[in-house]
């Protein structure tokens, strides 16, 4: 059994779990105007799809915990490390993948992720567990390991696999559900085309002008995001006056220019016309999604 393999895996399911998860670094060309101005209250086209509503991400959690510590329990261990906890910001909330902030956010955690308390709580998490680790600990949450498609992975023996199989159908939770991966897919590409826009490189230039009135000098946010709070180890930190001061002023050219409702408007219109491409995909990851939850009810006795 490789325990290290185990230790870093732990470590990122419970960071990937709780992490804010930012805008994509993939691009791509071409160009995408957006569409008549929609409500951002909508959310993403994809994100409607995929991202659980947090009362069913509760649901899911215990029963995945109970299952899991069902699961120690009869192989020995009386408590869990580290219980499964999703995060209730989900993948594609545009606030989150465009760092979108209000002026007191700005001032009171910069650019620092809207659910960094999470992120914080998750990584001491993880240390816990390192803390408190034993081989024989790892052996019964994770079982051991197979390779698959040419990388070692857990075998589907271990409690966690166990968990998520009664509940998804799958040790990858949703990641295993058919269809997720494309829709996975079509998100990265919409972000891609809609940095790459004409739209958002004109909002983007016109928020460059603005900053660069206060002193600041970039070319679009994610550079701003970049140099001051790219690195979750240095969110245990105090927030600096300049990274503050930077987010502030980056939240009033956001406004002055408009550039959110840009983002929103090109990257709605580039998820809806690959949705459209693939009529049955919306409702073949919902149903999936909707019997995990159900699953979930069932294993609590709802």
Same mark, same amino acid.
């Given at each position: ?5 185990? #230790? ?13 998860? !930012? ?16 409500? #951002?209250?909508? $959310? ?8 659980? +509503? ?8 215990? +029963? ?14 009386? =408590? ?9 910001? $989900? ?14 956010? /700005? ?9 960094? %308390? ?22 019964? *949450?994770? !079982? ?11 075998? $589907? ?5 166990? /968990?998520?199989? +009664? ?6 939770? #949703?990641?295993?559900?058919? !269809? ?8 990265? %590409? ?6 790459? =826009? ?9 928020? =460059? ?19 001051? /709070? ?11 006056? @300049? ?28 998820? @809806?016309?690959? *949705? ?6 919306? =409702? ?7 019997? +995990? ?7 609590? $006795?709802?």
């Amino acid at each position: 059994m490789n325990v290290q393999l185990h #230790r870093s895996a732990n470590r990122v399911l419970l960071l990937v779990m709780a992490a804010a998860i !930012g805008v994509s670094s993939c691009a791509a060309s071409g160009a995408t105007q957006p569409a008549t101005q929609r409500d #951002r209250a909508e $959310g993403l086209p994809i994100g409607n799809i995929v991202d659980t +509503a947090s009362a069913d991400l509760d649901v899911l959690a215990d +029963a995945e915990n109970l299952i899991l510590a069902d699961c120690m329990g009869e192989r020995g261990f009386s =408590s869990i490390e580290s219980p499964v906890k999703y995060d209730s910001t $989900g993948t594609f909330d545009f606030e989150r993948r465009y760092y979108v902030r209000t002026p007191e956010q /700005a001032e009171t955690i910069g650019y620092r992720p809207l659910n960094v %308390d999470e992120i914080l709580e998750a990584i001491a998490q993880g240390d816990n567990l390192v803390d408190n680790e034993t081989p024989e600990y790892y052996e019964a *949450l994770f !079982g051991d390991t197979a390779e698959v498609d040419g990388a070692l992975a857990p075998d $589907g023996t271990g409690c966690a696999a166990i /968990a998520a199989i +009664a509940i998804y159908g799958h040790q990858d939770r #949703r990641l295993g559900f058919n !269809g997720w991966a494309t829709l996975m897919q079509m998100g990265d %590409d919409s972000y891609a085309e809609t940095i790459s =826009s004409d739209a958002v490189r004109e909002a983007e230039d016109a928020w =460059s002008v603005c900053m660069a009135d206060s002193g600041y000098d970039y070319a679009k946010p994610q550079d701003a995001i970049n140099e001051l /709070a790219s690195n979750p180890d240095d969110y245990v930190s105090p927030l600096t006056d @300049l990274e503050r001061e930077t987010a502030v002023t980056d939240v009033a050219c956001r406004r002055s220019v408009d550039l959110d409702q840009v983002y929103f408007d090109t990257e709605s219109a580039a998820q @809806l016309r690959r *949705l459209e491409e693939q009529p049955e995909l919306a =409702s073949t990851v919902s149903d999936q999604v909707e019997a +995990a939850v159900e699953q979930a009810k069932e294993a609590l $006795g709802n």
